[in-house]
């Protein structure tokens, strides 16, 4: 094998597990470990491992994808989106944490940009091979990626939406609460006279909320997307510094 086809078969970055299964670590890891810095040892013996295992490194490196661990150097401590997923102030608070969540993985939230208002394909597996997922564990990543999106609400009947939708109770009200920047719960009422369209998303740090009166563009959404790599990178640098 040529030095061309290893880099092919070297796969991109991706969790292990579904988000679900991350969230369910994440209440694990606060029952038994609290707020406190940990190593990866204690993780993986408050995970249910007897010690440190391809396994739970797996798990563990998942939960870093969502955004759900911080990690420094050798020790990890539970994210403040963590805390607002297993310990939420409201129902509302944790969805759109869970939503942040699962577009934390660059794999997934690409995935999401590129197919938002689209049927999911039913040929993902080979798009993700495209993408430099080694064709050994595409299926499962794709299959990884379909349950996440089912439990961040943003998966209905196929087709993959911007952001969650509210529950009956907020429809049928009118009032859908969003997050601000800066983490507060703010209602916006909507007359059922009035169709709105927008956009949304979110990242750690960071929500883009925008609404107009007039279906997004292609050309405004593709914009809107380099805007969210852009917020992205500057993140992750600023993480790095």
């Known amino acids: ?40 040892e204690d993780a993986a013996n408050a995970l249910g491992y007897k010690g440190v295992s391809g396994a739970s490194s797996v798990k563990v490196a998942s939960l870093v994808h969502y955004g759900i661990l911080n990690r420094t150097g050798n020790t990890y401590v539970l994210s403040e989106l963590s805390e607002r997923i297993t310990h939420p102030p409201s129902e509302v608070s944790r969805t ?8 934390a993985p660059k794999l997934y939230r ?9 049927a999911l394909p039913t040929h993902l597996t080979n798009i993700l091979v495209h993408k430099g997922i080694s064709t050994k ?15 961040g609400g943003i998966l209905k009947n196929g087709v993959v939406l911007a952001t969650a939708e509210p529950s009956n109770d907020f429809m049928a009200t009118g ?31 960071w929500t883009l909320s925008i609404k107009s009166n007039k279906p997004v563009s292609t050309k405004i ?21």
Not at 12 to 18: H, L, N, Q
């Open 96 to 103: 759109n944490a869970i939503l942040e969540a699962v577009k």
């Open 175 to 205: 009032k859908i609460e969003t997050l601000t920047n800066s983490g507060e719960v703010m209602p916006t009422t909507h007359s059922n006279n009035n169709q709105s369209f927008g956009y949304n998303d979110s990242g750690i740090g």
């Open 137 to 151: 564990v595409a299926g499962t990543v794709a299959s990884d990626f379909k349950k996440s999106i089912e439990f």
């Open 1 to 40: 094998m040529d030095n061309n086809q290893k880099k092919r078969e070297r796969s991109v970055a991706y969790p292990g597990i579904p988000l679900e299964e991350a969230v369910a670590a994440a209440l694990s890891l606060r029952t038994a470990l609290g707020k406190a810095a940990f190593s990866r």
């Open 221 to 241: 959404k593709k914009i809107l997307v380099d805007v969210t790599d852009l917020l992205t990178n500057e993140v992750d640098n600023n993480n790095q510094e």
């Open 110 to 118: 690409d995935l999401i940009n590129q197919f938002v208002g689209q």
